[in-house]
């Protein structure tokens, strides 16, 4: 799809069909975040991929029942590394660049979905400790930025 028809149809979706996402598209996805740019090219994010369905369900829980997510069969979940950050930058690292890095490439992620035909949603609304625990991140310098649930639309 050409980019910019990209930027105009894309829109959140919040109902997906039960259909898989394939293994290339998704790896497509996680490289088009990789090419996203970063503070100092740290890449001072993690991406967690959940697909397991009732993990999913509970993101969906954790995020004040938005049940969509565990709808979609691919869920990402966008960290800000800010001990990554601030190593490199202070307080500036960690209280922006992080948050930034991890948004970017939250972005990079939606805008390849749509240019592969999925349709995707990004969720800010949840709990963060238990988004955390879900994903299996003890680190206390990892903070939940995003939740990008991915899939076909149906709507
Ligand atoms: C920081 C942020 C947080 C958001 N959180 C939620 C959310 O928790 N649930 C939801 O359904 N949509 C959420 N959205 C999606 C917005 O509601 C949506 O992007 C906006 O209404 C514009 O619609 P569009 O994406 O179709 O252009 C969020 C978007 C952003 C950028």
């Not at 660049?97 to 035909?117: E, H, N, R, S």
């Amino acid at each position: 799809m050409d980019f910019f028809e990209v930027l105009r149809r894309r829109h959140s979706v919040r109902a997906y069909l039960a259909k898989k996402v394939e293994k290339e598209k998704l790896e497509r996805i996680l490289e088009a975040i990789d090419s996203a740019p970063s503070a100092g090219n740290l890449k001072a994010y993690k991406v967690v991929v959940i697909e397991d369905e009732r993990k999913r369900k509970e993101l969906a829980d954790a995020a004040f029942s938005q049940q969509f997510v565990a709808q979609a069969p691919v869920v990402l979940v966008f960290f800000a590394d800010t001990q990554k950050s601030a190593s490199h930058y202070g307080i500036r690292g960690e209280q922006l660049y992080a948050l930034q890095d991890a948004t970017i490439a939250c972005c990079f992620a939606m805008l390849a979905c749509f240019a592969l035909g999925l349709a995707n949603c990004w969720v800010g609304a949840f709990d963060d400790s238990k988004v955390k625990e879900i994903c299996g991140i003890r680190e206390q310098a990892l903070r939940p930025v995003a939740i990008l649930p991915i899939g076909y639309a149906d709507e």
